[in-house]
């Protein structure tokens, strides 16, 4: 789909912060309200805006810590449907939180929460493995979390460990 430059600002805007008001974003993108109202439809309906999330610290809550862990997978494509097969099943698992094809010494890259590692790595072994054209993988644990979307995570004690970094 073809943007106008105001609607490419208005995505700017919101990709920085999903929670500022129509109002604001309409003083920011120097539009009316009405227009960034009409927009934002569009740009949702159009599947460009496809969700707004939020970033959530779980390692400050208290019995919600999880572990993350990346893995690695190399697939035999299949024909005529290339990895998309295997993905799609992969992606199913509610384990996986993402899945991205990659160019590289790996195939597909999928991110993963368990309380343990050992529930990681039963889904390894029990759900992931047996895949047919899974050919391997490699599991990566993420020891601690610095910055994700753009948003770096700092110790600081009583300090807000949240601060929006802008590129």
Known sequence: MKLTG???EILKIMEENHRIPVETIALMAMCSEETVRETLKK???GKIIISYPTLIDWSKVE???NIVAMIDVKVTPKRGV???EVAERIARFPEVSSL???SGA???SITIEGKTMQEIAAFVSEK???IENVVSTTTHFMLKKYKHDGVLFEDGGD???RMVVSP
């Open 6 to 8: 105001e609607e490419i």
């Open 43 to 45: 740009l949702e309906d």
């Open 63 to 65: 019995g919600q810590e």
């Open 82 to 84: 290339g990895f998309d």
């Open 100 to 102: 991205y094809l990659m």
């Open 106 to 108: 790996y195939d597909l």
């Open 128 to 130: 992931l493995s047996p």
């Open 159 to 161: 300090k807000d460990r």
